[in-house]
């Protein structure tokens, strides 16, 4: 009995280690077991600022290895550890939250309200990939539409919408090709080498759009989650926003296009593949014969989302509201006009944001932590003893670095929140403070596209169900994203440095 017991006992410690942190490999469970072990210890023996930039590099590993392990879980468990050894308190990180509501409403409403907005993002994507035929066109095409739907919905609602049409495109070639088996097993010889050139084609526009995100989400308070944090900080409203960040943002927006036309001529990195022709017949006809059946209700709902999107473009243009409430209205005009009265079918919608937003108040007991033991206190210190010319491009190479190996609504949190500090104080004046957060926007925006842990759009493209149909890995995501980093990157610090 004693030996059955024991036995019971050790499978229970076995499901019990199966279950902590899910499928995560057993390395990295124990990692984050150390850290949680070393901490308290670390706290006690070196004081707040020693164990403070100990927890920062934690976090920063949990996101880095995001692939592995969404970070909400380790993360989280790091911050109720701090406050727990007294790291910070409960308050100051409500205060933290309290302070960023505006982002929170935004990813809650706006991710939310553009969910109803798929079917005309569908169609849009749709008409561009099947009638144009020019592949250096259509890269550049979809680059752009990207670019200018992510300056005025949301990054990473745009790259979702790209990611369901680029499955429905692979979905509707796989059926015709296998005859509706399975793609890998089935798919006849005679249609390989086609169905290897379109993945090249879907790898290739799916990475210029991902890139286009980025490119738009830079400009506007809307496109990405720290945008409204910095411009809340600044007291920006929508288009002086748009203003501040244009002398960096327009030349960025020019070489990032260049460069992916560029890519498409040299046929370098991973780009230049073209549509292979019997893929383009079998889609041509997907998209005739879906118009042939769209039913006039259908068509009233591309309607209404068309209105909706001309009435939101407005509304964000002359700030008739916070954007999160905004957001709130698109929700309510689509569902209440397209008879989504459901509860269920609206629950859908918040499916996408509510995980990242979870994520982000987790960022914010950290922020407090750093904040608490003024952990950023000597570089920005350092940094404010630069030229006044020199700090907005240090600023800009800092921010990049790291929003490459973390993330960068992270980052941006931080850093803006140590500016905005250092001008309260009085050490900074004004105008010197508008440049620094400029710099803080463009330099998390913009070389974060190195990696997909930089951003929640580039890391959602890698985990969705595109990428191993079209055997997008994190290597070659990293390889594709290159060019596009040394070009807007180093654009980016020259329109920092001497556009300003």
Not at 106 to 122: D, H, Q, R, S
Not at 408 to 435: M, P, S
Request: aromatic share 12%; with cysteine; glycine share 8%.
């Amino acid at each position: 009995m004693a030996e059955v017991h024991g036995g019971r006992d050790r499978a229970w410690w076995v499901a019990y280690w199966t279950n902590f942190l899910g499928e995560a490999p057993p390395w990295y469970k124990l990692t984050v077991l150390a850290f949680l072990f070393a901490n308290p210890f670390l706290y006690l023996a070196f004081g707040g600022f020693i164990a403070g930039w100990v927890l920062v590099l934690q976090f920063i590993f949990t996101l880095a290895m995001a692939l592995r392990c969404y970070p909400l879980q380790p993360g989280g468990l790091l911050a109720v550890e701090a406050l727990l050894i007294g790291m910070t308190t409960p308050g100051h990180v409500y205060h933290e939250v309290e302070d960023n509501l505006k982002v929170i409403l935004l990813l809650v409403f706006m991710v939310a309200g553009i969910y109803f907005m798929k079917e005309l993002l569908l169609f849009t994507f749709t008409k561009i990939l099947v009638q144009v035929r020019n592949k250096m066109l259509l890269s550049v095409l979809f680059c752009f539409v990207a670019a200018v739907l992510s300056a005025f919905l949301d990054a990473l609602t745009v790259t979702a919408v790209v990611i369901s049409v680029a499955v429905g495109f692979y979905g509707v070639y796989h059926r015709v090709a296998s005859g509706g088996g399975n793609v890998d097993d089935e798919v006849h010889e005679l249609h390989r080498e086609d169905l290897d050139r379109f993945r090249a084609l879907l790898r290739s526009l799916v990475m210029h759009a991902a890139v286009g995100t980025a490119l738009g989400g830079v400009m506007t308070i809307v496109g990405e989650p720290q945008n409204v944090l910095i411009a809340d900080k600044m007291g920006w409203e929508f288009m002086e926003f748009f203003n501040r960040m244009r002398p960096v943002t327009m030349p960025v927006l020019v070489v990032g296009l260049l460069t992916c036309l560029f890519l498409e001529k040299i046929k370098r990195f991973g780009y230049g593949a073209a549509i292979p022709e019997p893929v383009l017949t079998i889609l041509a006809e997907f998209d005739e014969e879906q118009s042939a059946e769209r039913t006039p209700k259908e068509t009233a709902r591309l309607v209404i989302q068309a209105i909706t999107a001309v009435l939101l473009v407005f509304a964000l243009a002359f700030h008739v509201a916070e954007i999160g409430l905004i957001g709130l209205a698109v929700i309510v005009l689509q569902t209440a006009f397209n008879g989504i009265v459901e509860e269920h079918r609206l629950g859908h919608a918040f499916e996408e944001a509510l995980p990242f937003t979870a994520l982000l108040c987790v960022f914010f007991g950290i922020v407090a932590v750093i904040s608490e033991q003024q952990l950023f206190q000597p570089v920005i210190e350092w940094v404010l003893t630069l030229p006044a010319s020199q700090q907005p491009g240090t600023f800009y190479i800092a921010n990049g670095v790291l929003s490459m190996i973390s993330d960068n609504v992270f980052v941006a949190t931080v850093y803006i929140g140590e500016v905005q500090k250092a001008f309260t104080e009085g050490i900074i004046g004004r105008e010197q403070f508008d440049l620094l957060a400029v710099a803080i926007n463009t330099g998390t925006n913009i070389p974060s596209v190195a990696t997909p842990n930089g951003q929640a759009a580039f890391l959602f493209l890698l985990t969705s169900s595109l990428a191993p149909l079209i055997r997008l890995s994190y290597g070659r995501m990293v390889i594709m994203a290159l060019p596009y980093t040394i070009t807007m990157g180093i654009m980016g610090w020259i329109g920092v440095t001497y556009l300003l």
